[in-house]
C-alpha cells in the first residue's frame, strides 16, 4: 500500500473535490455549445481549452503528487514536484476563462498573461520530479 505524507494526501483531498467545479464548468461549457447562453466563437474555443486545461492537469497534477512521494526530494524542489502541475491547473484554465469573459468578446483581454505564467509552472513542476525520479533524489 502506498504511503503518503499527510500533505500529499490533503491536497489530493482537495484537489479531488475541485472536480465538481470542473464539472460544473462542463455543464457551462454545454450550455454555450447548444446557444443557450451567448458567446463569440473566439470565447467558444477559449471556453473549450479552459475546461480542457482543467480536467487533463487536475489528473496529471495527482499523479505527480503521488510521484512525487517516491523520490526524496525536498524543500522547493519537493514542493514544486508536487504541485507545480497543480498550480497550472489553476493558472491556465483561469487565463483562457477569464481572458475571454465579457458580452461579445473576439480578443483576449489581459488575464491571458496567466497562460504564460501557468505553462512556466507546469515546465518546472514536470522537470523537476522527472530529474527527482530519474536521479533517484
Do not use: C, K, Y
Amino acid at each position: 500500500m502506498l504511503e503518503l505524507t499527510d500533505a500529499a494526501r490533503i491536497t489530493a483531498g482537495i484537489v479531488l473535490l475541485t472536480v465538481v467545479a470542473i464539472e460544473s464548468g462542463g455543464w457551462f461549457l454545454v450550455r454555450v455549445v447548444t446557444g443557450r447562453v451567448a458567446a463569440t466563437d473566439f470565447q467558444m474555443s477559449f471556453f473549450r481549452a479552459g475546461h480542457a486545461h482543467a480536467g487533463v492537469l487536475v489528473i496529471l497534477g495527482l499523479v505527480s503528487l503521488l510521484l512525487t512521494e517516491a523520490t526524496a526530494l525536498g524543500g522547493l524542489a519537493r514542493w514544486l514536484a508536487a504541485t507545480g502541475v497543480l498550480v497550472a491547473a489553476i493558472l491556465m484554465p483561469a487565463g483562457f476563462f477569464f481572458s475571454a469573459m465579457g458580452a461579445g468578446r473576439t480578443r483576449p483581454n489581459r488575464a491571458v498573461v496567466l497562460l504564460p505564467l501557468g505553462a512556466v509552472f507546469l515546465a518546472a513542476g514536470v522537470v523537476t520530479l522527472a530529474v527527482g525520479l530519474l536521479t533517484g533524489a
